[in-house]
């Protein structure tokens, strides 16, 4: 019997279960579709390959060719001393911390190299080489300036004294890109944290000097012999994560919102079942916003329309997937299709003309899926190209970025006539408000005299608002398909924290209807259901894309700003979450978190697992050096919990923790609340 069943199974490989792979209907039912036509699709390549355990944990070392060294934990734990070693000796905790910072410099340079494509646009719109880029929020660019060293005078009436916005922006252009690699000095915008963050830092030593160095000394220092102490190689990843989020991930977010117009609230929907039958479908997925943003500009021009008419279409429609689908969503309100597991789905559905990618998050099995339909699979950036002959490469670029939009557009409306008989779109999608910052944050939860952030800090320290919760990150087909993100966000907003989202957090929430101000009153505990209803807001307001996260370092600088919550981050009732992380890009981001003071939760597993004495000096230790650290829970509502623990021992420390009549309180009164 069991070698039949060898031979059975060996014949067919095992399919995932819709249902046990997502809690999304649209995506279930894409799945068994997938099934009928023999597609296989990345939840089934879940349940067929298993991943490596130790490799998991963090203790793999292939640094060197002596390699690679594992260095699995025995049975039953380690009992006395760890005397597991690698060839050249390197212990689990050298190991791990090697391991672990790799991933930060991964993620930091993901985020960092959008943020250095950006400027490099940016500068280019500043020297007015392009026509397709401009400056467009030039509020923004006055506000952004002097965080770069760069000098205006803004008179009452808002107008610019002395110095014109084409200046401005030049000079803004040059000190961003200098970021990257200046000589010395330190990260300028290391000066945005709260002081006593940044006194903290300058403490540490952890100040970055410039993006790209945190990152080469990382790998300098993770080459076979270099650093060899756990502590000292976590300390660059701290430098090197703290330039990402406070760097080049903050510049991207910036300098986005001035070339593309800061984003503020609007109504868009979330789930396969935007795409249209009957309109072109183009899908652009990956994250930088300078392509999409050209995509837009065109698919919108009547003589495109009229085009995609002439072939039998009755317009286009635009989605997106991963992080582009927030960009294009947070200043547009563009559509998402989807998260990050859904990106095969998108074109099994037979229905995508075009999908058009960028950079990160892309799977390479798209050019064997898109081979199975009329699908026409688009690279676009020349450091993301595929090895399969089926794809076709556009290279973008800022000179000529309209003409290469209309030729990708222009692309995916001939590929219309070609669809075959197999369509199915998911009739599944839901309504969402989205394109929350900190000014729009501001403007809800401000006071209507006071531009700042006081309406949202009295309701949290008269309790209506137990505290805030940044929930984050990516899907993982290591389990089920949203249900840890929807799960944690909903036990926190029942439990009166509010939710700041981004990335495929932020697209999940959408898609399972909780970016509605009506979800206040079914899912929130009554303080902040009140709140909600009041100013018209979601009880989970979406920030946009993972670069984003740095609007949820400035929103937390905010709160800390406008008094009577503490002096820094970590004074805060505030708490991080990635549910369902997968990138190294989520490892960054947690550390930079966890750096700027904030107590973050991770689902799944943690890549330091299999090192116990570096996996507690991240989960212990490093809370008394930057009041922030790392903690592990899978289960879901395990998971909310310790989160809303650590926001009422934050409210507890601050004296908030007993209920309170609501007061209106100046000033005066919150200094009052910090002494
Ligand atoms: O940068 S959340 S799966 S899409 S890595 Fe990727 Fe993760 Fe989604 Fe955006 Ni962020």
């Not at 397709?132 to 803004?154: C, E, F, M, N, Q």
């Not at 002395?162 to 300028?188: F, Q």
């Not at 199915?424 to 910052?437: E, L, R, S, V």
């Not at 002096?567 to 890009?585: H, N």
Request: hydrophobic letters at 40%; one cysteine or more; proline letters at 4%.
């Amino acid at each position: 019997m069991a070698v039949e069943k060898k031979t059975k199974d060996a014949k067919a490989p095992k399919l995932a279960d819709p249902i046990a792979a997502s809690i999304d209907i649209a995506t279930q039912e894409m799945i068994a579709h997938s099934h009928k036509l023999g597609i296989d699709t990345v939840f089934d390549r879940a349940v067929q390959m298993k991943p490596c355990n130790i490799g998991m944990q963090g203790i793999c070392c292939k640094n060197c060719a002596m390699g690679p060294c594992r260095l699995p934990l025995p049975k039953g734990g380690i009992e006395g001393e760890d005397t597991r070693k690698g060839l050249c000796g390197a212990t689990a905790n050298t190991i791990a911390a090697r391991n672990f910072i790799r991933m930060i410099a991964g993620g930091a340079a993901a985020h960092s190299d959008h943020g250095r494509c950006v400027a490099e646009v940016f500068m280019s719109a500043a020297r007015k080489e392009t026509d397709a880029y401009r400056i467009k929020d030039t509020k923004k660019l006055l506000s952004v300036a002097p965080h770069l060293g760069v000098a205006v005078t803004v008179e009452e009436d808002g107008e610019v004294k002395d110095r014109n916005i084409d200046e401005i922006a030049l000079e803004v252009a040059e000190k961003a890109l200098n970021e990257w690699g200046k000589a010395e000095g330190e990260l300028l915008y290391a000066k945005r944290a709260p002081a006593a963050l940044y006194e903290k830092w300058k403490k540490q030593g952890v100040i970055p000097r410039n993006i790209d160095r945190e990152i080469v000394e990382i790998m300098h220092r993770t080459h076979m012999g270099v650093d060899q102490d756990y502590k000292n190689l976590i300390k660059q990843g701290t430098r090197a994560s703290i330039a990402d989020g406070w760097g080049g991930s903050m510049l991207a977010t910036d300098l986005q919102d001035i070339l593309f117009g800061t984003p503020y609230p609007l109504q868009s929907e979330a789930n396969l079942g935007v795409m249209k039958e009957d309109h072109v479908n183009i899908i652009v997925h990956g994250h930088e916003p300078v392509l999409s943003e050209m995509i837009i500009a065109v698919s919108q021009k009547p003589e495109i329309v009229e085009y995609a008419k002439t072939k039998g279409a009755k317009g286009i429609q635009l989605s997106g997937i991963c992080c582009t689908a927030n960009e294009m969503l947070q200043r547009h309100g563009v559509p998402a299709a989807g998260t990050f597991l859904q990106q095969e789905l998108a074109i099994i559905t037979g229905a995508c003309d075009a999908m058009v990618v960028d950079i990160q998050c892309i799977f390479q099995n798209l050019a064997n899926v898109a081979k199975c339909f009329h699908t026409k699979l688009i690279t676009t950036h020349p450091i993301a190209k595929m090895e399969q002959d089926n794809v076709i490469h556009i290279e973008f670029d800022e000179h000529h970025a309209l003409e290469d939009a209309e030729k990708i557009i222009r692309m995916g409306i001939d590929n219309f006539q070609n669809r075959g008989s197999e369509v199915m779109i998911p009739q599944h999608k839901a309504t969402q408000i989205a394109g929350f910052g900190v000014e729009s944050v501001e403007y809800h939860l401000g006071g209507t005299f006071r531009g700042t952030f006081y309406t949202l800090n009295d309701n949290i320290i008269n309790g209506k608002i137990r505290g805030i919760a940044g929930v984050v990150g990516c899907n993982n087909a290591r389990s089920k398909h949203n249900e840890a993100h929807i799960e944690v966000v909903k036990e926190l907003i029942k439990n009166d924290v509010i939710v700041l989202t981004t990335g495929c957090n932020g697209i999940a929430c959408a898609m399972h209807g909780l970016l509605t101000p009506e979800a206040a009153a079914v899912y929130c505990g009554p303080g902040l259901a009140e709140v909600c209803e009041t100013v018209g807001i979601p009880p989970v307001l979406h920030l946009g894309s993972c670069v984003d996260n740095s609007r949820i370092l400035l929103a937390a600088t905010e709160v800390v700003k406008a008094g009577g919550l503490g002096k820094d981050i970590s004074d805060l009732p505030v708490a991080g979450s990635a549910p369902e992380w997968m990138s190294e890009k989520a490892i960054s981001i947690g550390h930079y978190f966890v750096s700027s003071g904030v107590y973050t939760v991770f689902g799944l597993h943690m890549p330091t697992s299999g090192a116990p004495v570096f996996h507690d000096y991240l989960s212990k230790e490093l809370e008394k050096l930057y009041g922030g650290k790392w903690d592990l829970e899978p289960d879901p509502i395990k998971h909310a919990r310790l989160m809303i623990a650590h926001i009422d021992k934050k409210r507890r420390e601050l004296g908030i923790d007993r209920g309170k009549e609501r007061v209106l309180m100046d000033m005066a009164d919150r200094q009052a609340l910090e002494a």
